[in-house]
């Protein structure tokens, strides 16, 4: 579908490190020869900040960059960043209801912690005290798997008590781990289920269970080794998987589109949810041919109903 995207240059920044975006680096290889793209590259600051952010996408304009897909910093600051080039919020969309981007290629987290926590809840039978662990208080995000996870408590009508929410520990490993030690330590004989909707606090509890022999449900986030490995075990219930090469993939499509002045956008700032699946000891051999066909079925809707091409 793409003509000639040979002009094109793509930089896909996430707000900082994170093991998340890992995958980003070869979906951009990927699609760079795919697509036939004159370059994709992937790039991030050492901190979560938002200034050097944009210094840094600044930094990349001036290095013939020509289309963004940028996982920002700040929720509420953002959309000032979205100026000039062909953009697209990738892996979290701006907080409110407006996207100065051309569109948002993200999880609907909302629901997926929804997902998340319906899961720990039915591995409990319905009743008990949950909590919930997750990432940067900064990261919209963070409010919206927040909301999802007391939506799933809210419809157990009582039966369920989320005891407390944990954020800002998704810095690294080393800063979760000793989050949910401290947790553990203080509450563990209370708690009966653990929901993690971040990656490095999803890895932790595993661990934290696991070796303290608790018998509280864990379901986690993402598709790290050790927490597959923990469900084939039967210490962690069931994660919740992200598809981080189908937003770096899609999103590397569609901008080389608009970039190109191929196709626009039917309608500008539109949200995409690039799909969430709760993976078991059932599925956990196969789950990842559901996402790749999420993936496929991305750029049909991309093609079909959020772009407009000549």
Not at 115 to 143: C, M, Y
Not at 148 to 158: L, N, P, Q, R, T
Not at 166 to 191: W, Y
Request: aromatic letters at 6%; proline letters at 3%.
């Amino acid at each position: 579908m793409l003509a000639d995207g040979s002009t094109t240059r793509v930089a896909l920044v996430p707000g900082g490190a994170h093991p998340y975006f890992q995958p980003w680096k070869t979906a951009a290889a990927d699609a760079k020869n795919t697509y036939r793209l004159g370059d994709v590259t992937f790039d991030e600051t050492a901190e979560w900040d938002q200034q050097k952010q944009n210094n840094l996408l600044s930094t990349l304009a001036a290095r013939g960059y020509n289309a963004f897909g940028i996982f920002g910093v700040s929720p509420t600051d953002i959309n000032t960043t979205f100026a000039g080039f062909a953009v697209a919020s990738l892996g979290s969309c701006p907080a409110g209801t407006k996207d100065d981007a051309d569109f948002c290629l993200s999880t609907d987290v909302e629901l997926a912690a929804y997902k998340a926590a319906k899961a720990a809840i039915a591995a409990r039978g319905g009743k008990g005290k949950i909590v919930h662990l997750t990432s940067n208080n900064v990261d919209a995000n963070t409010r919206l798997r927040i909301k999802g996870v007391g939506w799933a408590v809210k419809e157990s009508a009582g039966k369920v008590k989320l005891l407390q929410t944990v954020t800002d520990i998704d810095k690294d490993l080393q800063t979760a781990q000793k989050a949910v030690s401290d947790l553990m330590a203080a509450k563990g004989k209370q708690i009966k289920g653990i929901v993690s909707t971040a990656y490095n606090p999803a890895v932790a509890a595993a661990d934290a269970v696991r070796s303290s022999g608790s018998h509280a449900k864990v379901v986690a986030i993402d598709d790290d080794a050790k927490i597959l490995s923990s469900i084939k075990r039967g210490t962690v219930t069931a994660t919740v998987v992200q598809n981080p090469v189908g937003q770096a993939e899609v999103g590397a499509w569609a901008l080389a589109l608009l970039q190109t002045k191929q196709c626009t956008m039917r309608t500008p700032g539109q949200s995409v949810d690039s799909g969430s699946f709760v993976v078991t000891k059932e599925n956990v051999a196969t789950y990842d041919s559901a996402r790749q066909a999420k993936t496929d079925r991305l750029k049909k809707q991309f093609a079909d109903e959020v772009l407009a091409c000549r």
